[in-house]
């Protein structure tokens, strides 16, 4: 079994992801040799620190601690921008974890094509990347007897989620996470999510103050310039959280 290293969807331009850069060659050679070995697919899930870089467990540790900082809140969880489902059934199984009797239930907003960058963006992603098949996704949540804890919406962030809340006025969360990347969609994530996370609760962000999404870091100024930007130093993405003010 061989693999080659993905084409990247974002394009940098010599910024921040030069950073790593001569981390990457090593880093691919490295994960085409372990999957020569012959390991069975089932130990690449119940041995997967044996597998994964040290850069994708950051990603799920900070995860998991802004997870942490939301211990006590009332709310749901949400993720817009859900992809493959990675980030969004493992928040799912921390609350499996940690609240399992909570009404807490996480919610996966996305419309399940890809990328659509506008005219001013498109240097900076691929049109159509981060495309996934909402039923595959399904099936992987059903299968794992998850269908009553997370839940899948079908829609354009950028535009449909006051019909949404509409529909739903009730939903409130206690930690959201933004990993859309675009201005158009992020600004409309903020103005309908933040209105509706928990004074003490988290928004996550996976690209603010990165050259690849500089759409996200200008909708962040525009519509929470007062709010104090904090990071998980042992992880590269998600990039920043504020926590949101509270009595």
């Known amino acids: 079994m061989t693999t ?15 950073k790593f850069d001569g981390r990457r060659d090593q880093y691919w050679q490295g994960l ?42 009332a709310g749901h969880i949400a993720e817009a ?52 098949s909402r039923e595959r996704l399904q099936s992987t949540i059903d299968a794992q007897g998850l269908q009553r804890t997370v839940l899948l919406h079908e829609v354009d962030l950028s535009c449909d989620l006051t019909k949404f809340f509409a529909t739903y006025p009730h939903l409130q969360f206690k930690l959201i996470f933004l990993d859309c990347g675009l201005y158009k969609v992020v600004r409309h994530c903020i103005e309908e999510f933040w209105p509706r996370l928990t004074p003490g609760g988290v928004l996550l962000l996976d690209n603010l103050n990165h050259e690849t ?23 590269q993405q998600p990039t920043a959280y504020i926590v949101k003010p509270g009595k």
């Not at 919610?107 to 963006?121: C, I, L, R, S, T």
């Open 4 to 18: 080659n290293a993905p084409t990247r969807s974002f394009r940098t331009v010599g910024m921040e992801a030069s």
């Open 81 to 132: 921008g859900v992809w493959k489902g990675s980030s969004l059934l493992w928040l799912a199984k921390l609350t499996q974890l940690f609240e399992p009797e909570s009404l807490t239930q996480t919610h996966g907003f996305d419309w399940f094509k890809g990328v659509q960058p506008e005219a001013n963006e498109a240097h900076l992603v691929t049109a159509g990347a981060y495309t996934e």
């Open 32 to 73: 085409r040799e372990v999957l020569s070995m012959g390991y069975p697919p089932e130990d690449l899930v119940h041995h997967f620190p044996l597998f994964a870089g040290h850069v994708c467990l950051g990603r799920y540790l900070a995860m998991y601690e802004a997870y942490k900082l939301t211990t006590g809140l």
């Open 213 to 235: 999404a500089p759409g996200e870091t200008m909708a962040v100024r525009e519509l929470l310039p007062e709010y104090s930007l904090r990071t998980f130093p042992f992880a």
